[in-house]
């Protein structure tokens, strides 16, 4: 009976390893993104001669403070449904796997918001959106739209 219980706590012990270590990847990312942006805006504000100021940091500063906020509140939502898995887990076996799916779908949806934000900041965006607005033509084209399915197989050449 030792040998099972001490198999189970090793494997408690493991899993919330990984799932902690899942989560501060999750963190790490946030925070990359988060320099990555304010990178963008101290570069954009270079360019257009504008001084850069401590209130426009501590704007980055409350920022990063509201999104590990966020981030705190699904990682406890994750430590719940976490917790409630492995107890199912130990008593009837696995449900589900205990995947802190709450904290990784909010740091990705904080990185977007931060992709979105460099995209804003980026120097020659005027010709990321010429480039969007011809491949748009592009697909639109009936001729290129037909070569292009017939290349992916969706379409029987003609």
Known sequence: MKAMEQTMTDMLTTRMGLIAALVAVDYVCVLLAVLADLRSGILKARRQGVKRTSKGLRRSVEK?????????????????????????????????????????????????IELKSIYENAQDKSDYDRIIGQLRKLLDDPAIKGRLLEAMGL????
């Open 64 to 112: 990063a403070g509201r999104y590990y906020v966020m981030l705190f509140a699904m990682t406890l939502i994750d430590a719940m449904v976490c917790g409630a898995l492995l107890f199912v887990a130990a008593a009837d076996g696995p449900l589900l796997p205990p995947l802190p799916v709450f904290s990784t779908l909010g740091a990705v949806g904080l990185a977007m």
């Open 155 to 158: 379409k029987k050449p003609e």
